[in-house]
């Protein structure tokens, strides 16, 4: 990542809009940022980690809640935005805050060109920023950004800080999470395993197979399921022949049933044939008279002719009789029309007259109109001009308004300044009391911590005593136990001699009558005093260590309250009178915030007037831009009045004419309806006259068409009559036959369906009696009594053995499918059996040696020692080296990430916190490249063009100070810009690229570019 070019606006020092090209600093690879302390350098990288993580450069400065300047305004809105590239793309990320009006917090990032693609939600700008640069925030101000202060931080951490950080730049959670899961799938593949045995003797339990191992259990199942297919196999057997015997027999039954349902059949058919035959002679003569009404039907369609056309002749009749009576209607009303006519026609001749009068009033309307049109306008005109009048007269009061607003303006501007300034010293004011009260509460809690160690001290000391007096009563007793001990055992070898044998002690064969005493003593007694003094004397050496570390602190705090005094210069002899000095500060403070609230009061105020002075200003001077358009309209307004009134004039219209002007125009509408009526009631007249004639002659046709019907239906009906009596006699028949066979002709399909259905039943019952007399005529029914009782006995002993083989069936199946459960249990035990080899090795691998996090981390932690004593090595001349400690650690606890010195000078190790100030800013700087090396090296998507280092060169000697630039300038030589943020006077005259900042009160910091 390299930063291009850098904006910042209300950024912390930077209130008004400041712009850093980086672009003017990059010729000579390295660059300098100073200023007096306190001037805004920090606020630079702090920008750019804002810009990109949206936080600031340093743990302790991303404490902060708001970056916001404190020389903003409340409208004021923050603005960061960084243009970097990453591998030859440009990339361009902005963030603006408010700290009083939260809507104005949003951000952006894009790719150069592509800005329409812009992200604007910040999760999503962070989530980028981070596959862009390929580091995070935590990593970005270790490796890229070091902070003030911090980057010293990972040389003297202990194993656990710098294991977290490790964790946080290499993201080693991972492997710890891959050990966790390793133990999860260890201990539920044993559980697995473990079911998978419980599971295949369950299913061979469940065939009766008990106690049978997983290795050999298969075979045994397939020995029973043997046994079984060949019991299956004899009883299938006899079951066949069985099922045989039993269809023969019910073969013969069904024969035998068959004929007897033949022989019931024949009988019913027998009879059915004689009952058909005892009818036959009453079908005959049904069938004569069907005949008849055959003929009947036939002559009924001249009758139904004759009456049709008789019907037709009457309607004929009556229409006739109607149409005369309409004619003579008709004749009557046509007379009525003519008359009228000629009234309209009259009216018509007149029309000419009515519409020269119309013409006359329309015309005098229209001036009237015009007139009145004129008038309202002159009224309109008239009164714009009295208003126009009225606004350049306030229009000149807003002038005066204006000028003496204008003054008011600026006087409350000077107003704002001097109360601004005022606010800034008494803020500084409380700030340096509230730094002064959190001094004083600083050493009040350093004198409870030391009251509260004199106490500590003292129970201590008590406990050490009694300790002491404990364990030398115990010494005591446990000295005469062991004197008691020795006694009894010269007792015991003096006993044991015989005179003449040698003294195992001395070697005398003499043995003189020494008198001693036997005494009682306890061996447990002796352990048990043994171990008391032996506990007794590790707590007494816990509580005097513990003792002496009280007493170091004791002192340690009493030196910090000492050094606090005199730095603060606060004088006091004990709490009561520290409290009373805490008392008056806060007292102080208290007052300074009751006229900070006060001035803020005052400034809220002095604000509000300013922002509404100054809308109403805007507001003036809008109106007062219509001033000119106003006049204008004002002359146009007093123009139109004048040609308005002559046009009125020049109608020639006196005042009573235009109050006529109703009157007038009732009399317009009322020509204008008789007009109208006469053309409508002349052209009606027209109509109906061409109407009347051709209704006149559609009536006359009308009549003479019914004339003619009469006569034709008259005929139709003699020739009919002829007809009708003509078919009577061809068939036959007189005419009270006909009326009687008549009546019937709606019963033939009746008739004809009992005839053809009684033919039908005959002839197949005849068909079917002579087909079946042959085989059952004077025969008698067969009894099944004796075939129906042996298919009983043979379905009983065919069910039983059916009833034996599903039984044998139910158990081959039972076993076959617990044979392929078995089989699949056993093939998925074997398979785990590997799995689960496989992840104990790889448990007890990590449980009994390193964790997989630890190995990867201190694979990581040595690289980057490796590369940091490159560069160490020549910032000190050979001298030092930085090494892993290891000493006194077995294999499953080379786990620390502890940092030793080692020293060429005396060929040994040392503590790292031995070194001197400048020895110790060598080290971690060396460390902090040696880091961002590694990175570099160790990740592929990481590209870093640019390193930052804030402070830390003030503890060099001269020569130190070169051997670290010199370290700094070989990293130019791989192409990398280093930045360094100092104001050390030897950096400045070696370093030509710099960017000078400077603190202007009042206005905030600015930047100057060398």
Not at 391 to 418: G, T
Not at 788 to 816: G, M, Q, V, W
């Amino acid at each position: 990542m390299k930063p291009i070019k850098l904006k910042v606006k209300s950024f912390l020092g930077f209130q008004s809009e400041t712009i850093i090209d980086f672009t003017e600093l990059y010729s000579d690879k390295i660059f300098l940022i100073t200023g007096a302390t306190g001037s805004g350098k920090t606020s630079i990288f702090d920008a750019i980690t804002y810009a990109l993580y949206g936080e600031g450069s340093g743990n302790e400065r991303n404490k902060a809640k708001c970056y916001m300047s404190h020389l903003a305004d409340k409208d004021d809105t923050m603005e960061v935005s960084l243009e970097f590239s990453v591998k030859g793309e440009n990339y361009f990320v902005e963030r603006f805050d408010s700290e009083y009006i939260p809507s104005r917090k949003k951000a952006k990032f894009y790719k150069e060109g592509k800005e329409e693609e812009a992200i604007t939600r910040l999760g999503d700008i962070l989530k980028e920023v981070e596959d862009v640069i390929g580091l995070n925030a935590e990593q970005f101000k270790k490796i890229v950004m070091l902070p003030q202060g911090e980057f010293k931080e990972f040389l003297s951490s202990s194993t656990k800080d710098k294991t977290e950080i490790l964790k946080k730049l290499f993201a080693t959670e991972i492997y710890e999470d891959l050990q966790r899961n390793i133990k999860v799938k260890n201990d539920k593949a044993k559980l697995d395993n473990q079911r998978l045995i419980e599971r295949f003797r369950e299913s061979l339990a469940e065939v009766g197979l008990y106690g049978e191992d997983i290795e050999t259990g298969y075979e045994s199942l397939k020995n029973l399921i043997s046994k079984e297919e060949k019991l299956s196999k004899d009883i299938n057997l006899k079951k066949t022949k069985l099922k045989t015997d039993l269809d023969n027999k019910k073969r013969e039954k069904d024969k035998n049933i068959a004929f007897n349902k033949g022989l019931h059949e024949y009988l019913n058919i027998e009879k059915e044939y004689y009952d058909l035959l005892s009818k036959q002679e009453e079908i005959e003569i049904k069938d004569k008279n069907l005949k008849n009404i055959y003929k009947s039907r036939t002559i009924l369609v001249y009758e139904n002719r004759i009456n049709e056309e008789k019907e037709n002749l009457l309607e004929a009749k009556q229409k006739l009789s109607g149409l005369n009576k309409n004619i003579v209607d008709f004749l009557k009303i046509k007379e009525e029309n003519e008359k009228k006519f000629v009234e309209y026609k009259n009216d018509y001749i007149n029309l000419d007259v009515l519409k020269e009068k119309l013409r006359i009033k329309e015309d005098k309307k229209d001036r009237i109109n015009l007139a009145n049109e004129l008038i309202s306008r002159l009224n309109t005109t008239e009164t714009r001009f009295k208003i126009l009048n009225k606004s350049l007269l306030d229009l000149k009061e807003m002038e005066k308004e204006k000028e003496i607003l204008k003054e008011k303006i600026i006087e409350a501007r000077e107003n704002s300044f001097a109360i601004k300034e005022k606010l800034r010293s008494i803020v500084e004011d409380i700030k340096e009391n509230e730094k002064t009260l959190k001094t004083l509460r600083e050493i009040f809690a350093l004198i409870d911590e030391t009251q509260k160690n004199k106490e500590e001290r003292a129970l201590k000391s008590k406990t050490i005593e009694i300790l002491r007096r404990e364990i030398k009563l115990a010494e005591d007793n446990l000295k005469l136990e062991n004197e008691k001990r020795k006694g009894n055992y010269a007792l015991i070898l003096k006993n044991d001699l015989k005179e003449g044998d040698p003294c195992l002690v001395c070697g005398s064969k003499e043995h003189p009558g020494i008198s001693l005493k036997k005494e009682d003593f306890s061996d447990d007694l002796i352990e048990k005093l043994e171990e008391t003094i032996s506990i007794k004397s590790k707590e007494l050496n816990d509580l005097e260590n513990a003792f002496n570390i009280l007493v170091f602190k004791g002192e340690t705090t009493l030196k910090e309250i000492d050094k606090l005094k005199k730095e603060y210069k606060i004088d006091f002899k004990d709490q009561d009178q520290l409290t009373k000095i805490g008392e008056g500060y806060a007292k102080e403070n208290k007052s300074l915030t009751s006229e900070k609230d006060a001035i803020l009061q005052s400034e809220e105020k002095n604000n509000n007037f300013l922002k509404e002075s100054t809308k109403k200003l805007t507001e003036l001077s809008e109106k007062l831009e219509k001033r000119e358009e106003i006049e204008r309209e004002h002359k146009e307004s007093n123009i139109e009045i004048i040609q308005l009134k002559q046009s009125i004039k020049s109608l020639k219209l006196k005042d009573e004419d235009l109050e006529k002007g109703k009157e007038i125009e009732g009399k317009i509408e009322s020509l204008k309806d008789k007009i109208n009526k006469t053309t409508l009631n002349y052209d009606k007249g027209l109509k109906i006259k061409d109407e009347n004639i051709e209704k006149h002659s559609t009536l006359n046709t009308k009549k003479s068409n019914l004339s003619e019907l009469l006569s034709s239906l008259k005929e139709k009906i003699a020739a009919f009559e002829r007809a009708f009596e003509d078919k009577l006699k061809k068939e036959s028949l007189d005419l009270s036959s006909y009326n009687l066979y008549k009546k019937e002709v709606g019963k033939i399909e009746v008739l004809e369906n009992e005839i053809s259905s009684f033919n039908k039943d005959l002839n197949t019952s005849y068909g079917m009696y002579s087909h079946l007399k042959d085989d059952y005529k004077g025969k008698e029914a067969i009894d099944l009594t004796e075939i129906e009782k042996n298919i009983t006995e043979l379905s009983i002993l065919l069910e039983k053995k059916e009833e034996e083989a599903k039984k044998i069936e139910y158990n081959l199946r039972t076993y076959k499918n617990t044979e392929k459960r078995v089989k699949d249990l056993e093939k998925n035990y074997k398979d785990k059996r590997e799995e689960l080899k496989i992840l104990e090795d790889l448990y007890n691998t990590s449980s009994v040696g390193l964790t997989f996090e630890t190995f990867v981390q201190s694979y990581h932690f040595e690289g980057i020692l490796e590369r940091a004593n490159i560069r160490l090595s020549k910032m000190t001349k050979g001298r030092y080296s930085l090494r892993r400690r290891t000493e006194g650690e077995s294999r499953s606890k080379k786990i620390g990430l502890d940092i030793d010195i080692f020293d060429e000078y005396s060929g040994r190790e040392r503590d790292v916190l031995s070194l001197s100030g400048g020895e110790s800013f060598k080290a971690s700087l060396a460390l902090a490249l040696g880091l961002s090396e590694f990175i570099e090296s160790a990740s592929g998507n990481v590209n870093l063009d640019t390193i930052f280092i804030d402070e830390g060169f003030g503890s060099l000697d001269e020569e130190s100070l070169d051997s670290a630039l010199e370290c700094l300038l070989e990293l130019n030589l791989s192409g990398r810009i280093v930045g360094i943020i100092s104001h050390v006077a030897e950096l400045k005259e070696r370093i030509p690229k710099k960017i000078e900042v400077k603190s202007v009160p009042g206005e905030g910091s600015e930047i100057k570019i060398n």
